[in-house]
């Protein structure tokens, strides 16, 4: 739960709410690693809704090699950090009718996997190969 609370606060601090995966893992081991504050604040936010799953309930999408935070989500972190919030968690149904608002959840494609990678490591495993070999017989 921490971690999902954590992925929402990276992401809106980001222009346009998106980040690379590089930029997420890396801004999360600072701050899994800057101390008791962080994890204490996370938990007292997550412990407002306990039912959270930021991708279920369409509060973070996956596009393009990162992350991009939604206006739903943006809305769910805003009602987590006000200070007016009710200090109880909130139900699940609360969650799901705020997220409810999204009519169909963006279908992302997955990433394009290079075609045929194995047959490419080889060729370049065969090209290295070649290449030493030349330069041996040039060497002698």
Known sequence: MNFQVTVLKILVSYPDGFAVMEDLKRDMAIL???????????????????????????????TSGGWRITSKGREVLDFVESRTAAPQPIKASLVEETTAAIVTPTQVPPLPQPADRAKRRRERRERRREARERARANAS
Do not use: Q
């Open 32 to 62: 899994a690693t800057s101390g008791r504050d962080w994890a204490d604040r996370t938990r007292r936010l997550a412990a407002r809704v306990p039912d959270l799953d930021i991708f279920s309930h369409g509060l973070v999408e996956r």
